[in-house]
């Protein structure tokens, strides 16, 4: 699906400028009364493309989506780089014009003109390192069309299932994927059988993979004492409750991520879960039902699953009609 959305006039300017101009390292760029429009130009202070990306990461805002394109290669015709940055937090109708439009931004200013398009989620993904661990782990890509990116999306979903190795892999959008070992997979399928009903996954940085942390049978209210305080958890829970009589067993992944981790647990962390779902789904048969995120365990509760899987709706007086005047 696409937006509709153009290039503005003063976009096109301003793009033209970046390409003839050395001094400059980048271009940012925003949807405004239903156009693409140049938000600021970041300047370049060094040859090296790494040392301007501090510049690029102070621009942008932990809440608002924003196209940011940068020249990565030098003296080539295809040397820009494309990305979507799109914080978790930002609004929902924010996410989905920006994801729907990204393509159309690149066809309007010139595929030929971009070597690479990358999503991004996280100020993290677009350091240094965060650009250097793109490299080690996707290939370049031309700028996909819109049938093209499909089949690309559906291909990283299902590639979990066309693997019989004995690592899997688990894949995200921007090519980054991580094997995640037989023992981590055999407890999520052990989940599913009902061994245990939670199951705790961690990402070993040093060897780039996913490993089992822990298995328990714990309590929705015991959960921020079984998850780790000090380190990010992907967690499986499989929450069993009674909802208006009825017996309901839902899988809720919850994403924990301790403010004082580490930058590049952050960053991995962040681009790897959707992969890590993918793969829990095709390798292990669980299908996740609600997806929780917080920054501490102690923030998920009991009160906050069930609110989150049952939100409260506001029941509305009905509307009581005058009676018609008339003979009685």
């Known amino acids: ?22 001094s400059q390292r980048g271009l940012l760029v925003g949807i405004r009364d239903e156009r693409l429009v140049p938000l600021e130009t970041i300047p370049s202070t060094s040859a090296d493309f790494s040392s301007d990306l501090s510049a690029v990461v102070s621009r942008l805002k932990d809440d608002n989506a924003t196209y940011v394109i940068l020249r990565r290669y030098s003296d080539v015709p295809d040397g820009l780089v494309a990305v979507t940055y799109v914080p978790d937090i930002a609004n ?29 989620t996280t100020k993290e993904e677009l350091t240094a390192e965060g650009f250097h661990l793109h490299d080690k782990h996707g290939e370049l890509k031309a700028p996909l069309t819109q049938e093209e990116q499909g089949l690309e999306d559906i291909k990283e979903a ?20 991580f094997p995640i070992t037989n023992e981590a997979l055999r407890a ?54 009674d909802f208006h009589g009825q017996a309901e067993s839902p899988v809720i992944f919850i994403y924990t991520c301790p403010s004082g981790s580490k930058v590049k647990e952050r960053m991995l962390y962040a681009s790897s879960r959707a992969g890590v779902i993918a793969t829990a789904s095709s390798e292990a048969g669980l299908t996740v039902g609600k997806r929780l995120e917080a920054s501490s365990p102690s923030e ?16 509305k007086a009905a509307f009581s009609r005058p009676k018609r005047p008339g003979k009685r």
Do not use: W
């Open 188 to 241: 999520l399928k052990d989940m599913e059988a009902g061994g245990y009903n939670l199951v705790q996954l961690m990402i070993d940085v040093r060897k780039e993979q996913i490993e089992l942390a822990a298995t328990s049978q714990t309590e929705a209210a015991q959960l921020a004492t079984a998850i780790s305080e000090d380190e990010p958890r992907y967690s499986f829970f499989r929450y069993q409750h």
């Open 158 to 177: 299902e590639a979990t299932a066309s693997r019989g190795t004995a690592a899997r892999s688990s894949h995200v959008s921007s090519g980054v994927m």
């Open 92 to 120: 929902v109708r924010q996410k989905t014009l920006y994801a729907s439009t990204r393509l159309s931004m690149v066809k309007e200013l010139g595929t030929e003109r971009f070597r690479e398009t990358l999503f991004a």
């Open 1 to 22: 699906m696409q937006s509709g959305i153009r290039a503005s006039e003063e976009l096109h300017r301003s793009f033209n400028e970046l390409l003839s101009s050395p």
């Open 300 to 315: 998920i509760t009991e009160t906050t699953i069930h609110d989150e899987l049952h939100p409260h709706r506001e029941e």
